[in-house]
């Protein structure tokens, strides 16, 4: 079968050989919006370390909505900035909150995009830790978890899809999956930040999202981003205790882990494009040291090549807007 007998070159000699061959296909479908919620009116403000990302408040968050409907992306992950901070991140499960009314709004007026939601207290504590804080600098896990099950259930009340935990903590799907179900909500999904690494590429969205830690780091709960076995010790304890959904987080240089998730589990899987991925590729750009859309296009078709079905990226309205031209 050697040469010159076969020639793989006899395949790749037009777009539509080339086309029929392909392996991986990028589609909207794949697609997941990162969207940043804040109180007050008349904002659309945008994200000096996010450049084409905004916050917005919740009388101009339909100018997106639109768009995002309009070009056919299926779902949105929220985070919210809320009106107030303290040790125990309450405003997380507050009704009257940037992301529980962005969910009832979202589900009253575009009743078919799915709503994903985070749930995490890093950017509604004072400390920007995720977790009750004991001794000043450790988490208290187990006191933590009865506070991300408020949590989920205040965004199911208000009409999220997909529960998106991704805080870390030990036992936290099985701790949400029990108050999801006790409260008429076990029709709600858990998409679980299963394997997310200690990463340098999370800076932008610390600054978005006002979440960086007073004092401190993450190290603590988050995974070493030397480390691959864990990964899949991570992702068997969340789908034992009741994940539909896992993720690995960032995706771009966690490509390994991607894939061995993908071989070992039978579990649709989700991946983040974080923004520090996004970031340098807008900068970059800007310089004009690379081709914008076909850097993008390729990165996330790596992400399916590498085994994902999901992607969050802040590239999606650009990447849906690519694919529809192509």
């Not at 050697?2 to 395949?11: A, V």
């Not at 999220?160 to 008429?184: F, K, T």
């Amino acid at each position: 079968m050697g040469f010159p007998i076969y020639r793989p070159r006899r395949t790749r000699a037009t777009e539509n050989l080339r086309s029929m061959i392909r392996e991986n296909k990028l589609s909207v479908e794949d697609l997941i919006y990162p969207l940043f919620v804040v109180p007050g009116k008349n904002v659309k403000h945008e994200i000096e370390s996010l450049p084409g990302n905004y916050h917005w408040s919740l009388d101009r968050l339909p100018e997106v909505l639109d768009e995002i409907t309009e070009l056919k992306i299926p779902a949105v992950i929220l985070f919210g900035i809320p009106s107030y901070k303290n040790a125990t991140g309450s405003s997380a499960w507050d009704m009257e909150e940037p992301v529980q009314q962005a969910c009832m709004l979202i589900k009253e007026k575009y009743p078919d995009l799915v709503i994903v939601t985070d749930v995490c207290l890093c950017e509604y504590t004072e400390h920007g830790h995720c977790g009750v804080l004991e001794n000043g600098c450790t988490v208290n896990n187990d006191a933590t978890l009865p506070l991300l099950a408020k949590v989920a259930v205040s965004h199911a009340k208000a009409g999220a899809d997909i529960i998106a935990p991704s805080n870390m903590m030990d036992g936290y799907v099985q701790a949400i999956r029990a108050a999801l179900d006790e409260n008429g909500f076990s029709h709600v999904a858990i998409m679980a930040y299963s394997a997310k690494y200690a990463s340098s590429y999370y800076g932008p969205f610390r600054a978005a999202a006002d979440s960086a830690p007073s004092a401190g780091d993450r190290k603590g709960y988050q995974m070493d981003p030397a480390n691959s076995d864990e990964a899949l010790r991570e992702v068997a304890l969340d789908i034992e205790e009741g994940a539909d959904i896992v993720m690995v987080k960032p995706a771009l240089a966690f490509m390994d882990i991607v894939r061995r998730v993908k071989d070992t589990f039978n579990r649709p899987l989700c991946v983040y494009n974080v923004s520090g991925e996004y970031a340098m590729v807008k900068a970059a750009a800007e310089k004009g040291w690379i081709d914008e859309k076909r850097i993008v296009m390729e990165t996330l078709t790596g992400f399916k090549r590498a085994g994902a079905k999901m992607i969050i990226t802040y590239h999606a309205l650009d990447a849906a807007r690519w694919l529809r031209e192509e």
